[in-house]
């Protein structure tokens, strides 16, 4: 009685654990497996009942479990062991059908875009998407009705969902173009239209989706070829770069730089990003916006709308959470604002990170070149380790002892900084300390 009872629930969590896996990686089966060749932990996961994986409620979720579900009644007992193939299986038996409604959607979106009269900026890069794209929003919004792609939403069917939701009376949507291969930012373009459009920085992210550094940037400058001849694109480190700023300096608080004879103070944490402001400055004067005012825009800017974001728990305490961005890029670029922390003790937690394909130990071993400022690194991902133990600070961590070992050095004057993915509930607990 009791082992079959198991097994059943075993199988229950199995079929969770996969349809959880699907929906992370947007049901798409190139991002999906090459997720599996690279994470060896997901064997064992899928039979930690501890955990459980909870995917997102949708139609297709609850239709998927409910299927999975009759299933195992119908197989037992061969199903336990192909939880595997079942997940799989059972979440793309709905892919004709979501198919139909995802074309049905984009084509309304299409329909609606060609009605419209706002002027549309696309924004598209391996890192620092989101940042210009935040910054446009606020820096225009003093001057002009804007709407724009909320949050991380920068997939073709999450950019029409978008549009779908947007009043019929703005003067400019500004729109994050998100891609995993060669004609999905063309795709996007196709919807939205765009007449002006940045390329943020270029890097390795996703390098194992896309093959080639080639392919990514191909990818990328889908964007300039789709624009119109009476608009304007505008590459970062090509058109322009952080060397076009003079006087840099930066604090705990900020950066401050002047550009083209306008001084700029603007909140932002870590002087990489300025050319990501840079980029929003060319952007603001092409829609008629003067150098001052954009500079007074870019001074009140929310610094909760950006990363890395800095809290301040106690007189002791600070913790820069950064757990958005995982490119080698913004590593770096986070490894070289931390030092303007002086007399703080500095506690990193990270699993590293991904699909970088041949690029991985490289990238990895740049960064743990870069660690030798940082007390202890909390790593809760071992299959970097070496490449990021360069100076002995390194201690693997399972996620389950995660919170205890942090609260363990915090102890005096401790910064302490997330940088890729970490649970929620953890960055909170440790935010949340009186």
């Known amino acids: 009685m009791w082992p079959k009872v198991f097994l059943i629930f075993l199988a229950i969590h199995q079929l969770f654990y996969w349809v959880y896996t699907w929906q992370i990686k947007e049901y798409r089966f190139d991002r999906w497996w090459n997720w599996l ?62 198919n139909w409604q995802k074309k049905r959607i984009i084509n309304k979106a299409k329909i609606l875009m060609r009605k419209s009269k706002g002027v549309v900026i696309g924004i598209t890069g391996s890192f620092g998407k989101s940042t210009v794209k935040e910054m446009l929003v606020e820096v225009l919004s003093n001057k002009y009705r804007v709407v724009s792609t909320p949050k991380n939403i920068n997939s073709e069917i999450g950019v029409a969902q978008t549009v779908l939701g947007w009043s019929d009376n703005y003067e400019i949507a500004i729109v994050e173009m998100g891609a995993y291969k060669i004609g999905e930012i063309m795709a996007i373009c196709d919807i939205v239209l765009p007449k002006y459009g940045v390329i943020t920085g270029l890097g390795d992210q996703h390098l194992s989706l896309f093959g080639s550094i080639e392919n990514i940037k191909k990818a990328k400058y889908e964007l300039i070829e789709c624009l119109p001849v009476i608009g304007k694109g505008w590459v970062i480190d090509k058109d322009f770069s952080i060397n076009n700023a003079k006087n840099i300096k930066e604090d705990q608080n900020g950066v401050f730089f002047k550009y083209e004879g306008t001084k700029f103070e603007v909140p932002i944490l870590g002087k990489q990003l300025i050319s990501n402001v840079i980029a929003v400055i060319k952007v603001a004067e092409e829609l008629g916006m003067t150098k001052q005012e954009i500079a007074v825009r870019l001074k009140n800017l929310d610094v909760n709308n950006y990363w890395p974001k800095k809290v301040v728990v106690n007189e002791n305490l600070v913790v820069i959470d950064n757990s958005y961005n995982a490119s080698v890029n913004s590593f770096l670029s986070l490894l070289d604002y931390v030092k303007t ?23 990895h071993e740049l960064v743990g070149v870069n660690l030798k400022e940082i007390d202890s690194v909390l790593l809760t991902n071992d299959k970097n380790f070496s490449q990021l133990n360069r100076w002995d600070n390194v201690k693997v961590v399972n996620l389950s002892k995660l919170l205890e070992e942090i609260k363990k050095n915090i102890y005096g004057k401790t910064l302490v900084i997330f940088k890729s993915r970490t649970p929620r509930s953890i960055i909170d607990q440790v935010i949340n300390r009186k």
Do not use: A, C, H
Request: no cysteine.
């Open 37 to 98: 060749i690279n994470d060896s932990k997901w064997w064992w996961k899928q039979f930690d009942v501890l955990k459980w994986y909870r995917p997102k409620v949708t139609i297709r979720t609850v239709l998927t479990l409910l299927v999975g579900l009759v299933t195992i009644w119908l197989m037992w007992p061969w199903w336990w062991f192909l939880g595997i193939i079942l997940g799989g299986l059972v979440t793309k038996i709905w892919e004709p059908l979501f």
């Open 341 to 363: 922390w002086k007399g703080y003790k500095k506690i990193l937690v990270t699993p590293g990170m991904i699909e970088l394909s041949k690029n991985e130990e490289k990238d």
